[in-house]
């Protein structure tokens, strides 16, 4: 079980007391009609709530506080069942306001963004922040960090790390194992990994993989997957045995072309995730109440979406006391009055009231690490550097699938000047750059990309899945270079230059990745940034979302890395 503080047996004497209706509660929401997850039923009754904990749920309790909802609905608490919470810019503590109003009050993460920067420090400081938050987070261990040999990361992961962690309190298993080619080939330390989590749940990260290449990846221990794209890709490896881990995030959206997977059969193997979320998307549309939302406005019926929010990611982890109104289950609560809308009321978080009418009801603490603090070393370079000599006569070019994180290889004759490639703003394929910033080793990759639409200026930002190198993409090199340097000046961030001054940025001072300011104040930089983008001439709805993802060299087709291009496949 994973209780925020282990029960004793007085404790355990008490709560039974309640139970039994001879002793009163802390707290009785009355009037309810309460979603069973086990059954899919609606029930009309009350929910006595003692020490956190669901005494029991029927029309016999008394309590010391009684709050009469009137017939609207109680559902049991949201759990994200797998998110990099840095993909929302936000330091833990602001993250937590922004989803536990939106009822998500459990989220199981897989922290390899700060781990592939800061290493084992990194975790234990957003893991050492969660604990006074009313907000369960519950770490699976990154299994590659970095993701693969064919970058270089601030920092390694290796299997005696995943052992120390893995019998620390809320971690439940391995994180996705995107290194599927290491898998396959067999390699020593991937598999030794693996074999340290017998018994555990593993995540998985397998995009296009079928076939006897499926099967050998799921020989492995593998569990899920959140990477499928399409409706045939769901299927196979549902009849495998995966779980399907449904996305809809900010960069990649699954959920219209894997829902008709969902059946009466299926649905138990089924769960939301949002993988990567920004904060300008959690701030507007939620977290997985938004996917929920969505699901039901897609024709899903409204009790199995709740189902694959709570009690399926709950069943999956092994979070046996989550996911469910019932006895001796974690409260963790929310109130709403109509289903189809699904906006929420109130918010309890092991019986505390934490949000109401969307505003959270607590405050966080943002301690101070100076070891986080100052992770951006390049080794100095000049323009001269950003040149590509015109060799050959076609070259492969990155070309952005919108609303996917897979893209492209594209084989094209390119524009040259003096002997150089250039960006070709006519048509769409421009200079794409990646600097090494954690050892200032000076590798820099140079490459090509289309899809992006900028007319004039460049873009830049250290946060570039996984190991979060700077990467820039511009018109010209000479904007190129000042918005790289621009991070540099900053310690991290997201930085638009044009006409050789910087027109706009977002600090990012915590490991190159995350802000401290509010949710609101965040957003709106961000919002400044992507309007400014698009003032340039860009096309994509969250470019420097799709400009983080382009170094990530686990996703196909071709991707660029301080190392060089990588044809994924």
């Not at 005696?160 to 290194?179: I, P, R, W």
């Not at 020593?188 to 340290?196: A, D, N, T, V």
């Not at 990530?552 to 991707?559: F, G």
């Amino acid at each position: 079980m994973f209780w925020r503080r282990k029960i004793n047996h007085r404790e355990l004497k008490k709560l039974i007391a309640v139970a039994k209706g001879e002793a009163p509660a802390d707290l009785l929401l009355a009037h309810a009609k309460i979603i069973n997850t086990f059954t899919a039923e609606v029930e009309p009754g009350n929910v006595a709530i003692f020490d956190g904990i669901i005494a029991g749920v029927g029309d016999y309790y008394e309590a010391r506080q009684v709050i009469d909802l009137e017939g609207k609905f109680v559902i049991p608490g949201l759990i994200n069942g797998h998110t990099h919470i840095e993909s929302s810019l936000l330091h833990v503590g602001r993250y937590a306001e922004a989803v536990v109003p939106h009822g998500t009050c459990a989220v199981v993460t897989d922290l390899h963004e700060i781990a592939n920067v800061c290493g084992i420090g990194g975790i234990k400081y957003i893991m050492s922040c969660a604990r006074s938050l009313p907000l369960d987070i519950f770490l699976m261990v990154p299994s590659c960090v970095p993701a693969t040999k064919l970058e270089t990361s601030g920092a390694q992961l290796s299997a005696d790390s995943v052992q120390a962690y893995l019998g620390k309190e809320n971690v439940l298993g391995l994180g996705e194992v995107m290194d599927f080619p290491a898998v396959l080939s067999g390699d020593r330390e991937m598999l030794l990994k693996i074999s340290l989590c017998k018994g555990k749940v593993i995540d998985g990260h397998a995009p296009g993989l079928k076939g006897k290449a499926l099967e050998a990846y799921l020989a492995a221990g593998i569990l899920s997957d959140h990477e499928s794209t399409t409706l045939k890709e769901a299927e196979e490896k549902l009849k495998r045995g995966m779980y399907l881990m449904i996305r809809e995030g900010s960069s990649a959206k699954n959920l219209d072309a894997l829902l008709p997977a969902v059946s009466d059969q299926t649905y138990p193997r089924c769960l939301f995730v949002v993988d990567d979320r920004s904060c300008v998307d959690l701030f507007n549309d939620g977290d997985i109440d938004a996917v929920v939302r969505k699901a039901i406005g897609r024709g899903l019926d409204p009790v199995r979406a709740i189902q694959l929010a709570t009690i399926n990611p709950a069943v999956y982890f092994g979070l046996h006391r989550f996911g469910a109104v019932a006895p001796g289950y974690i409260a963790n609560l929310m109130v709403i009055d109509d289903l189809a809308a699904f906006n929420i009321e109130m918010v309890f978080h092991h019986g505390q009231l934490v949000a109401k009418e969307g505003k959270p009801l607590f405050s966080v603490d943002i301690p101070k690490d100076e070891d986080l603090a100052h992770t951006v070393n390049i080794r100095p370079f000049n323009i001269e550097a950003l040149r590509m000599a015109a060799c050959e006569k076609v070259y492969p070019i990155i070309e952005v699938i919108p609303g996917q994180i897979v893209t492209k290889k594209r084989i094209e004759e390119m524009k040259s000047e003096g002997g150089f490639i250039v960006s070709d703003v006519d048509r769409d394929i421009l200079k794409l750059v990646v600097v090494e910033r954690h050892r200032a080793s000076g590798n820099l990759g140079l490459g090509l990309v289309k899809g992006f639409g900028l007319k004039t200026g460049a873009m830049a930002t250290s946060f570039a899945h996984d190991s979060h190198n700077i990467v820039a993409v511009g018109t010209n090199d000479e904007d190129i270079l000042m918005a790289i340097k621009g991070i540099e000046r900053l310690e991290g961030g997201l930085v638009l230059t044009s006409g050789g001054e910087i027109l706009d940025s977002l600090p990012l001072p915590i490991a190159g990745l995350l802000s401290t300011e509010p949710l609101e104040v965040v957003v709106n930089k961000l919002e400044n940034l992507e309007r400014t983008t698009i003032s340039l001439g860009c096309s994509l709805p969250s470019p420097f979302a799709v400009l983080s993802f382009l170094a990530l060299p686990v996703i196909p087709e071709l991707r660029l890395t301080d190392l060089g291009l990588v044809e994924v496949d």
